[in-house]
């Protein structure tokens, strides 16, 4: 039997999404999921599940409560409401009801069930700052090196990370080094209680937290490794995720 994977979704206002393309109408809004989330997890052997935002968190419980485990996608940037931080120049397109809905989403999943978790980049930051730390919102305005390298293929590598050896992720890759894409310009500051940083990269950014003492699976990447298929590396997340899922 394959696991059912849940993946979190980005949500657009933008009314033009539909009538640039032709597929909707004015005044409509948007929930927005790359396909790579959904080809990496079939290929990993998951059936990927789009979580959707909803009015009702009891309805979102009822269907997490369905699903074997939950990655936490990449997409809006978290509103400095929720780490005590002032809005930043940088920041980019907020979206209140996703804040909402998955930062109590990933306390639930946390405290009241023992799913894995994948987050990815924002998911990562989320992660962070539903158990309490902050994230720097927009690395440029805190003196920091940006990462948002948007003009790089998806596939494309640009910088190192290193490894943690006492690590749940170096137990995915048996390496102290690996090279990651990098499309983010929000990033962890003050890491939250009961996590630790299980990887860095060339300029101090964290890039990597998982659960403290824990052969839990609950682990944050700050890269995009679903857009790097072509990577073994990046490919054993995935791999050992839906694994942990059956």
Not at 1 to 25: Q, R, Y
Not at 208 to 217: D, G, I, K, Q, T
Request: proline share 4%.
């Amino acid at each position: 039997m394959k696991p059912f994977i849940g993946v979190t979704t980005n949500f657009s206002v933008d009314e033009t999404i539909g009538s640039m393309t032709k597929l909707g109408a004015k005044g409509q809004t948007w929930h927005l999921l790359a396909t790579d989330y959904i080809e990496v997890i079939e290929r990993a052997g998951g059936i990927p599940i789009i979580i959707p935002l909803l009015e009702d968190f009891d309805d979102i419980k009822a269907l997490v409560d369905k699903v074997d485990g939950v990655i936490f996608s990449g997409g809006n940037d978290i509103s400095p409401h929720h780490y005590n931080q002032p809005f930043a120049e940088g920041l980019g397109e907020l979206c209140f009801q996703r804040d909402k809905q998955e930062i109590r989403l990933m306390k639930y999943i946390i405290e009241s069930t023992t799913k894995p978790i994948l987050g990815i980049c924002r998911g990562c930051q989320l992660l962070n700052v539903a158990l309490g730390g902050t994230i720097h919102p927009d690395l440029s305005q805190s003196g920091l090196n940006d990462h948002l390298f948007l003009n790089s293929p998806k596939n494309n590598d640009v910088h190192s990370i290193d490894v943690s050896r006492n690590s749940n992720l170096f137990s995915i890759f048996k390496r102290d080094s690996i090279r990651v894409n990098s499309y983010h310009h929000q990033a962890i500051d003050v890491l939250a209680e009961g996590l630790i940083s299980s990887a860095q990269s060339e300029d101090g950014l964290i890039e990597a937290v998982e659960l403290e003492r824990s052969e839990r699976f609950v682990l944050g990447v700050q890269w995009h490794p679903e857009m790097m298929s072509y990577n073994e590396d990046q490919n054993k997340i995935f791999e050992k995720f839906v694994v942990t899922c059956l």
